[in-house]
């Protein structure tokens, strides 16, 4: 089957505490997306890769944290620094860098 | 003034109607244009991309481009309540997409 995977579905943490949230693919995707959901705002882009070891900062790269070592894997770190972290976390994969398919997401929880 | 507005709804239709939602935008450098739907708590399903003016259809589902007035639309034939969705449109500029907020749609059986 192929896909993108996300992990934990839910996770919950304390405030001041880091977290790391896991995306994987096998489309064999050169380009890998991070996206934070809150309610009535759309999706806004964290960070990108379109290529292994390679990243730029989106339009809220503040507070996070990647690293693209492996093709198939772009972690993405939630630090202390970020200042409301709660939120649904969707990671996005794309060939060409236009059409995105999107795992099922991490709704994160910090208190 | 956001780069792509989208109506965020929510828009309640019966069962067999057709519904029509849209989007516009100010950038007249976005090349391709897609259509989202999201489930509540699952990530986005890509529904409908398309890249020039025009129409295209899919089944049940037409997607609209009008370049000229920037300004994009995706109809749903003969709604089902498991159309019962969030919409996002998307726009790509530079390998980059921009997301309207979402319309929440309703259909009542």
């Known amino acids: 089957d192929g896909g993108i995977t996300q992990s934990p579905k839910y996770l919950f943490r304390k405030e001041g505490q880091n977290v790391t949230l896991s995306c994987e693919q096998n489309?064999?995707?050169?380009?890998m997306y991070w996206y934070r959901q809150d309610p009535g705002q759309g999706l806004r882009l964290i960070y990108y890769s379109q290529i292994v070891n390679d990243f730029q900062k989106g339009d809220i790269a503040e507070g996070y944290s990647v690293s693209r070592e492996k093709k198939e894997s772009f972690p993405l770190t939630v630090t202390s620094a970020q200042k409301n972290p709660t939120a649904f976390y969707l990671c996005a994969s794309s060939y060409r860098g236009n059409e995105q398919y999107f795992g099922p997401g991490t709704r994160l929880t910090v208190t | 003034q956001k780069e792509v507005e989208q109506d965020p709804g929510p828009l309640s239709v019966p069962e067999g109607a057709i519904v029509s939602l849209n989007c516009t935008y100010s950038?007249?450098?976005?090349?391709?244009f897609m259509w989202y739907r999201q489930y509540s708590r699952k990530g986005p399903e890509l529904l409908m991309y398309t890249y020039s003016s025009g129409n295209k259809e899919d089944g049940r589902f037409t997607a609209q481009v009008d370049k000229s007035s920037k300004y994009i639309s995706l109809f749903i034939r003969d709604s089902q309540p498991s159309d019962s969705a969030t919409y996002l449109c998307?726009?790509?500029?530079?390998?980059?997409?921009?997301f309207g907020q979402g319309t929440e749609l309703s259909v009542k059986p």
């Open positions: 998307a726009m790509s500029v530079e390998g980059k997409l921009i």
């Open positions: 950038n007249s450098a976005f090349q391709y």
């Open positions: 489309l064999n995707h050169d380009a």
